[in-house]
Each structure stands twice: as structure tokens, then as C-alpha cells.
T-cell receptor, first 114, second 113 residues
Framework: AQSVTQLDSQVPVFEEAPVELRCNYSSSVSVYLFWYVQYPNQGLQLLLK??????LVKGINGFEAEFNKSQTSFHLRKPSVHISDTAEYFC????????????FGTGTRLLVSP | KAGVTQTPRYLIKTRGQQVTLSCSPI?????VSWYQQTPGQGLQFLFEYFSETQRNKGNFPGRFSGRQFSNSRSEMNVSTLELGDSALYLC????????????FGPGTRLTVL
């Protein structure tokens, strides 16, 4: 079975400051890792995913994440946030067993203020 | 191309009733997954259908069921509703491989009174 821990339920930050949203996972099998964003009253949108290869993954809207296998982490970063980045961010994993069954973390609410 | 659509967007039901939610995937997608989102439990996987067959399911009681039609549209049904079934129900479609991006619909907000 897989589990995902997002260590921060809420992260307040000022506009144009850098941010890191933390994600750790646990799994007995190899997994693929994802970050999704959810804006109010909307569904989820994929920011980026890690399948294999380079551990630094770049996604949409200037976000990037780094996969660290030894620490079983997949932290999300952005060097300079905008007000429009205010949203809920979910880290998720799926075992690489041929079909997708996403296991989500509890989410981190990013609050960007001017 | 059109995104994932879910109908209805909002539903109010009373305990003991049943409800059917509908999801139309992106054209060409054969996989539809359903998730329940609540403040307490977060996002939880319900089940996934691929080519009209349930391929995977989460840990939900048998009151939660689903099906997929030949055009890949999917429905999920919840019978004998309980207050705890109040949630946002999200469906997502993809090509069906484990590394494919899942595209989420806006969800159906179910309130059970």
C-alpha cells in the first residue's frame, strides 16, 4: 500500500517570495509521483509528474519538484509566487502496476498575500 | 477539445435515498476514475473503469457502485445515502496507463440532509 504525507496544511507567503511545499511518501513498490493544484470550486489540474530519469522535474506555471528516493520525498518549489498561485496543492502517488490508482496527500493550502 | 464534464454540479438528497452521478470523459479517453473529496478524509479513490470493466476499486462499501458505457461515459451510484456521503465527487479521465495524466472534471457537490 502507498501513503502520502504533506507536512504543512497551510503555507502563507508574500508575493514574489519563494515557496516550498513538502511531500513525503511511503510505498513497498515503485511509484510514479504527481503534484496537482485545485483552485476554488474547480477540479484538479496536473502541475507536474515524475516517472523516471532526471530527478528535477519542471511543470506548468513555473513550478518544479525534486524527487529524492533516499528520503522518499517529492517537494514542490517555485522561486517567485504570484497572487494567482493561491490554491490547494496535492501530492499524489500511484504504483507502477499498469493502471493508475492515485493516493493523495491531505493537501497544502498556499496563501499568497501582497 | 472539451474537458471532462460532470452532471449535475450540485445535488441535495435526504438520508436513505439513492443518487446517480454522471461523468463524460475527454474524447478518446477510455479510463474513468472516481474520487470522493471531504474535509475530513481528503481525496479518496473510489474505483476506475476501463473499457466498460471495473479495473480497480478503493475501500468503500458496496453502496457505492459504478459502470461505464461503450462510449466511455461513466456513472456512479450511491444507494441508501448517509450523512457522511456528503462530499465533492470528482471524476477523472485518461488514456488508462499508470503514467498518463488524469484530467479532472469540476465535480458534483452532494449534500445529504
Amino acid at each position: 500500500a502507498q501513503s502520502v504525507t504533506q507536512l504543512d496544511s497551510q503555507v502563507p507567503v508574500f508575493e514574489e517570495a519563494p515557496v516550498e511545499l513538502r511531500c513525503n511518501y511511503s510505498s513497498s513498490v515503485s511509484v510514479y509521483l504527481f503534484w496537482y493544484v485545485q483552485y476554488p470550486n474547480q477540479g484538479l489540474q496536473l502541475l507536474l509528474k515524475y516517472l523516471s530519469g532526471s530527478t528535477l522535474v519542471k511543470g506548468i506555471n513555473g513550478f518544479e519538484a525534486e524527487f529524492n528516493k533516499s528520503q522518499t520525498s517529492f517537494h514542490l518549489r517555485k522561486p517567485s509566487v504570484h497572487i494567482s498561485d493561491t490554491a490547494e496543492y496535492f501530492c499524489a502517488v500511484t504504483p507502477n502496476t499498469g493502471f493508475q490508482k492515485l493516493v493523495f496527500g491531505t493537501g497544502t493550502r498556499l496563501l499568497v498575500s501582497p | 477539445k472539451a474537458g471532462v464534464t460532470q452532471t449535475p454540479r450540485y445535488l441535495i438528497k435526504t438520508r436513505g435515498q439513492q443518487v446517480t452521478l454522471s461523468c463524460s470523459p475527454i474524447s478518446g479517453h477510455r479510463s474513468v476514475s472516481w474520487y470522493q473529496q471531504t474535509p475530513g478524509q481528503g481525496l479518496q479513490f473510489l474505483f476506475e473503469y476501463f473499457s466498460e470493466t471495473q479495473r480497480n476499486k478503493g475501500n468503500f462499501p458496496g453502496r457505492f457502485s459504478g459502470r461505464q458505457f461503450s462510449n466511455s461515459r461513466s456513472e456512479m451510484n450511491v444507494s441508501t445515502l448517509e450523512l457522511g456521503d456528503s462530499a465533492l465527487y470528482l471524476c477523472a479521465s485518461s488514456f488508462g496507463r499508470e503514467f498518463d495524466e488524469q484530467f479532472f472534471g469540476p465535480g458534483t457537490r452532494l449534500t445529504v440532509l
